[in-house]
């Protein structure tokens, strides 16, 4: 099966910049995300980027995809204390119907401190 | 948009009973909802895809009678648990995507947190 990888814990102080990295494993995958999880709370998307592309922007965030490597980042500028949660990537791992079917990282926990 | 309801949040019950969960898309017309599992401190385990008006596809290890899916409209799609036990306590997440956006990306409820006695 598919593993997606993800280093399990990082801190950082607020207004620094936080970078989560992911390995991920099936190279023909279309689409990778990037969702966030708060305490108690579901996923909430946060960006996606299409295999095709090596970089998107969307005001704070920055992913960079490095497809050779199977690489996956997710650059978050100026970092606030509203930022800390669990970021899990994903890759899109076959279609069915409407929907992608997803393999999920193992989410890394993001602590911002003051 | 894409705003996904799940209902209820928190559930306790006695050990035996089935707890129904159910799963909204509000603005938007889900053409496929997925079930998760989440362990604590752990990612999601995908249990089963479900298509509007088709038989849900079940991950392989995830007992279907033991978890039933219906996903009657394009809207609404419910996770029955029969006759919980304890070790079926969980955090229960659902998410729907659909086919008219290219992306599929999947839009995610906030999840219910199961607890059985």
């Known amino acids: 099966g598919e593993d997606v990888e993800q280093s399990l814990f990082l801190s950082v102080r607020e207004g620094d910049s936080s970078v989560i990295n992911c390995t991920y494993t099936?190279?023909?995958?279309?689409?990778l995300y990037w969702y966030k999880q708060e305490p108690g709370a579901g996923l909430q998307l946060l960006t996606y980027?299409?295999?095709?592309?090596d970089m998107k922007q969307d005001q704070r965030l920055t992913v960079l995809l490095n497809k050779k490597d199977k690489h996956l980042s997710l650059r978050i500028a100026d970092t606030q204390t509203g930022d800390s949660a669990i970021y899990f990537c994903?890759?899109?791992?076959?279609?069915?119907?409407?929907?992608?079917?997803?393999?999920f990282g193992t989410g890394t926990q993001l602590k911002v401190e003051l | 948009g894409a705003v996904v309801s799940q209902h209820p949040s928190r559930v306790i019950c006695k050990s035996g009973t089935s707890v129904k969960i159910e799963c909204r898309s509000l603005?938007?017309?889900?053409?496929?909802m997925f079930w998760y599992r989440q362990f604590p401190k752990q990612s999601l385990m995908l249990m089963a895809t479900?298509?509007?008006?088709?038989?849900?596809?079940?991950e392989q290890g995830v007992e279907k009678d033991k978890f039933l899916i219906n996903h009657a409209s394009l809207t609404l799609s419910t996770l029955t648990v029969t006759s919980a036990h304890p070790e079926d306590s969980s955090f229960y997440i659902c998410?729907?995507?659909?086919?008219?956006?290219?992306?599929?990306?999947?839009?995610f409820g906030d999840g219910t947190r199961l607890s059985i006695l």
């Open positions: 603005d938007f017309q889900a053409t496929t």
């Open positions: 980027i299409f295999s095709n592309m």
């Open positions: 099936d190279s023909s995958s279309t689409y």
């Open positions: 998410s729907a995507s659909t086919d008219a956006d290219r992306f599929r990306p999947q839009h």
């Open positions: 994903a890759e899109s791992t076959g279609f069915t119907g409407g929907g992608n079917k997803l393999t």
């Open positions: 479900s298509n509007e008006g088709s038989k849900a596809t079940y």
